[in-house]
């Protein structure tokens, strides 16, 4: 039975983000979530109070021991942190599981501000990780970021895209929820297709994880055997539902509920 997906990222002390959040989606979602975990951060919803990496080569060592015993049918990468560790786990995924779809969400700066990959890692990133990605999904300031480039509208999302692909990623999601309007607009460009997915801006202070939470969902569809605008259609309603189902925790950006539908 499909549907294992090796999550490697940071763990989120508040359990709304990170590893935490990509194994209550997976769960959720019906599939099997096993981890690598990147580094160790104490945070809050008010923001991120510490950081603390993993060495490289146990990164390595935590993906070894799921490939080698459990395998996967779709890793989905996070925060992490640095170009050692990016190393290590495109090294590790090249030797172990290169068939295997992988999805990359390029988490740079935390919802605060706080920096989580250092600023001489981008470039390994795009030359290591984002070359191999089946999916790409950056939020606006990640895709500038990863462009030199500002974005501004639903077109010049397309065109970032379309740039973003060059990198090497066979499928872009670019999530618009930083551009204003009541209106949110997800542009989804693929080889042979290009779509919007829109939603309704939820008013809301509860949105921290919605990163992870869509790139874990998208990997779940994949890891079930999902064609690919079904698990990016139905990750991008399960985020719609967690935030609006959101338990309104803490004080500042809050978790949202990753199992608003199990019962």
Known sequence: MKGRVLTVAGSDSSGGAGIQADIKTVTALGGYAATAVTALTAQNTLGVAGVVPVAPDFVRRQMEAVLGDIGADCVKTGMLH?????????????????????????????????????????????????????????????????????????????????????????????????LAGGTVRDVVVEAAARYVLESPRIETRHTHGTGCTLAAAIATGLAQGMAMRAAIERAHDFVQRAIRAAPGYGKGHGPLNHGHGIR
Do not use: F, S
Not at 99 to 112: E, K, S
Not at 116 to 127: F, I, N, R, S, Y
Not at 143 to 166: D, F, K, S, W
């Open 82 to 178: 640095d170009a050692g560790i990016i190393a290590a786990v495109a090294d590790c995924l090249a030797a172990m599981a290169p068939a295997v779809p992988l999805v990359v969400d390029p988490v740079m700066v935390a919802t605060g501000g706080t920096r989580l990959l250092d600023a001489a890692a981008v470039g390994t990133l795009k030359g290591r990780l984002i070359a191999l990605a089946r999916v790409l999904t950056p939020n606006i300031p990640e895709a500038e970021a990863l462009l030199g480039r500002r974005i501004a509208g639903t077109e010049a999302m397309v065109e970032a895209a379309e740039a973003l692909r060059g990198l090497g990623a066979a499928v872009v999601v670019l999530k618009g929820g930083h």
